[in-house]
């Protein structure tokens, strides 16, 4: 059911929802959640380049990845506008994101589409709660998980084939996910095709709910 919008949320009912979705990100999947304030979220130029150079596969290939999507002064001024996220980090076996058979094999599919449930299903939870605003982020092209071997109907003006699914990654708006993962508290390990999957204990994504 849903629950009326507010103009201000009373401060009680607001940290038991943000301690509510917290909880619900790890029993849809997530390895650990933390409630966040948005000045703990950090916007970097350097992480939009890492799309740039060396060129990402999937650069200009969806409608969430750059060069389309939100800048990263728009997306400053988004955070700006809030004052609570759900930051979420869900581990994944090194195998399904390193090594040379990972892309090959499309192994992180599984685990994407889980890390993207996590998202939807939390702002969704938000939104019918009247938190109408509430905008989720994940990690990787929507395209590679949800789409593949398909052009992207929204960039030919058709609309999104998931649109109640589909979301821009956090590196796409240039957030320094990384960082802050290490500041919450969380190992956190470069991992890539040329990564041995025995010389690193997992993989992660990482995920993030604006709420209020």
Known sequence: ??????????????????????????????????????????????VRAKCLVPLCSNWGKNANCPPHGLDLDLMRKVVANFKYAIFYMMKVPPEEMAGPEYHK?????????????????LESQAFYDGYYLAAAFTSGPCNVYLCPDQP?????????????????SLEAVGINAYLMATRVGWDMYPIGGSTNPADVPYGSKLGMVLIY
């Open 105 to 121: 094999k499309k192994l992180g599919v599984r685990a994407s589409l889980k890390h993207q449930e996590i998202a939807s299903k």
């Open 152 to 168: 992207c109907n929204a960039l030919a003006g058709q609309g999104c084939r998931h649109g109640l699914r589909s979301r821009p």
């Open 1 to 46: 059911m849903s629950r009326k919008v507010m103009e201000k949320v009373p401060e009680d009912m607001l940290e038991q929802d943000l301690e509510k979705y917290r909880q619900k990100a790890i029993e849809l999947g997530a390895t650990d959640a933390k409630v966040i304030t948005t000045d703990m979220i950090v916007i970097d130029e350097r």
